[in-house]
């Protein structure tokens, strides 16, 4: 671990305890066993203990005051090194992250009194985390008492990201970056889905990364967290492939959709250029003090004035966004806070994406909206628009919309099943700036990409 990391750990422990004056202790987590305990899927470690240890260690507990932090972590056994080799003892992890003490685990108990929490995923460790400090801790409980003043301090640090933060967030992106370009390259050769998803994810795993979050490559852009790989893929087709890397545990997340002929066919072109209008125009409006609701606001006006235009809605676009048919094809949020998680803190439910005081619309345009707050400078976002035609949501609609959507029109766009167009933007001081920029977007940059390959 580098000096300027540690400084960087240490400067997030004395900030936390300018927030609480009450000890956090933070687990982070167990490896869960697939079939025989010491056959485990990939560890790691919960975001909230990662922030403030720098290191992804399985079952091993922080304990943080006044800016100090102690350490409960087990020595590894000695059979450990046959199978893992040998690996740091308690006390040199504990000069590796700059703790003050450091302990076995069995002296958390006696330091657990006062201490506030944050519910770790893993059952095991929730277990743990209710057994100790004698109270229910569950991740889908909303934190109350000192649990959630531990959450709002530290949302509120995690909300803007540090210099550390962004040095990983920048690497996290480049290599996702590098990813999707081997993915758009690797389009024209490839018979299915699965083998453009390893051409990408290839990438991420030469650097010593791993994804950030399931992959999404897909012709059925359709099913937006679609996770199977196995359809063929076809030259009229469009693939839609949301890949992320994640560089020491914080996310990058791209989407890109281009033609495997290489060419886009007009329908698909006329949809592709709304939808990327859409995310122009929000990246452009991106500035301090601006809501990011209103930013989604932008977009779902941008796309319904595109579908205006094309012929495929009927009416004022202002109108048709008051009354929600634009989220017949785009039906989510235009994105989310981005982290150490891609949908950072959503374990807190939506304390970290809502400013105080406010809810979530049950509006059919606005109730995926996962982030409602005034952009600060240092908070990093995605914008993600997008155009699907969802089957279910379109026969649901059919008689209510049955004039403001001229459904003849829409069956010329039968070969658009889903286009999405998705960056991870940073809020500067004078605006924004899109750390997935390297990546081309435009058709004719994505079709010359496509036949590069
Ligand atoms: N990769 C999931 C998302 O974009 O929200
Ligand atoms: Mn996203
Ligand atoms: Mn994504």
Redesign the pocket.
């Known amino acids: 671990m580098t000096l300027s990391l540690i400084d960087t750990l240490l400067t997030r422990r004395q900030r936390l305890a300018s927030l609480i004056n009450f000890p956090a202790i933070l687990w982070s987590g167990n490896s869960s066993p697939r079939n025989f305990p010491a056959n485990v899927y990939r560890f790691r470690a919960s975001s909230h203990f990662l922030y403030f240890a720098g290191l992804s260690l399985p079952n091993a507990v922080i304990r943080l005051e006044a800016g100090k932090l102690e350490l409960f972590i087990d020595d590894p056994k000695p059979s450990s090194a046959l199978w893992h080799g040998v690996t740091p003892t308690r006390d040199e992890i504990a000069v590796q992250i700059g703790a003050s003490a450091a302990y076995p685990m069995s002296e958390l108990a006696s330091r657990v009194d006062g201490a506030a929490t944050i519910a770790v995923q893993d059952a095991a460790t929730w277990t743990a985390q209710t057994q100790l400090l004698d109270r229910m801790v569950l991740p889908q409980l909303p934190a109350q008492g000192i649990d959630l003043e531990l959450a709002k301090a530290v949302i509120q640090l995690r909300l803007i990201h540090d210099e550390g933060a962004l040095v990983e967030l920048r690497s996290a992106a480049a290599v996702s970056v590098k990813a999707h370009t081997a993915g758009i390259k690797a389009v024209t050769t490839a018979k299915t889905e699965a083998s453009v998803r390893a051409a990408m994810e290839s990438v991420i795993i030469a650097h010593n990364c791993q994804t950030s979050?399931n992959s999404?490559v897909t012709v059925h852009g359709e099913v937006l967290?679609n996770e199977e790989y196995h359809h063929p893929i076809g030259a009229g087709d469009l693939l839609l492939a949301?890949v992320?890397a994640e560089s020491a545990g914080w996310a990058g997340?791209i989407?890109r959709t281009f033609p495997v002929s290489g060419k886009f066919s007009s329908t698909q072109l006329d949809i592709y250029n709304v939808v990327l209008a859409a995310h122009d125009a929000c990246i452009a409006a991106m500035h301090p003090g601006v809501e990011y609701a209103d930013i989604h606001l932008l977009a779902c006006k941008t796309i319904a004035e595109g579908l205006v235009d094309l012929g495929i809605l009927r009416g004022k676009p202002e109108d048709l966004v008051e009354k929600d048919v634009h989220a017949v094809f785009f039906p989510h949020g235009i994105?989310?806070l981005l982290g150490l998680d891609?949908?950072d803190m959503e374990d807190l439910g939506d304390l970290a994406g809502y400013e105080e005081g406010r809810e979530r619309s049950a509006r059919f345009g606005l109730g995926y909206l996962r982030l409602s707050r005034p952009l600060r400078p240092g908070m990093l976002v995605?914008i993600?628009p997008g155009f699907y035609q969802v089957p279910a949501i379109l026969n649901a609609v059919r008689s209510q919309y049955q004039y403001l959507i001229d459904w003849e029109r829409l069956e010329q766009f039968a070969d658009v099943r889903g286009i999405r167009i998705?960056d991870d933007v940073l809020v500067t001081q004078t605006g924004a700036d899109v750390l997935t920029k390297a990546l081309p977007a435009t058709p004719p940059e994505i079709e010359e990409l496509v036949g590069a390959g």
């Open positions: 979050y999404i967290h949301d992320g997340d989407t994105g989310h891609v949908h995605t993600e998705e």
